[in-house]
């Protein structure tokens, strides 16, 4: 005695077809995903060119600074004013170069803050919409699946 295996084939199709996909949403969500990527990374960017002109502008005062101390002294005291004077130099743009890298870390938190806030307001937006539009076609194909 045999069995022949049901085949769901047209059950799946006909049921598939009853609640229907909508594609739209992943890409809109693509989208909105790679809109996020590229304002983050102009967040980083910025701030990594940001951070490199301090930098760069750190060492070349510290450069200058330097060509004072390496120059020749014509009494022994002046080289340990030269060297006290650049530790002072140093000292103070220390401080300087940490509050600007300082500001551009405060400046990328905020912005990234804003950034999440809105995404996070999109995202429900998109969402809610979502559901409605997805609840208005299941009503609608459980009326028809109903009606026949």
Do not use: H
């Amino acid at each position: 005695m045999a069995t022949k295996t049901p085949d769901f084939t047209k059950t799946m199709t006909e049921m598939m077809s009853a609640f229907p996909m909508d594609m739209s949403a992943m890409n809109d969500a693509f989208k909105s995903s790679a809109a996020m990527g590229e304002k983050m990374s102009k967040v980083m960017l910025d701030a990594a060119e940001k951070s490199t002109e301090i930098s760069s502008k750190w060492t070349k005062d510290t450069i200058a600074k330097l060509a004072d101390v390496t120059a020749v002294k014509s009494e022994p005291t002046d080289y340990t004013k030269s060297m006290t004077d650049f530790a002072s130099a140093q000292a103070e743009m220390a401080a300087e170069t940490m509050a600007a890298f300082a500001e551009v870390a405060k400046k990328v938190q905020m912005e990234t803050v804003e950034l999440m806030m809105a995404a996070g307001k999109e995202a429900t937006e998109e969402a809610t919409a979502a559901v409605k539009k997805a609840t208005a076609e299941v009503t609608t194909a459980a009326k028809k699946a109903a009606a026949k």
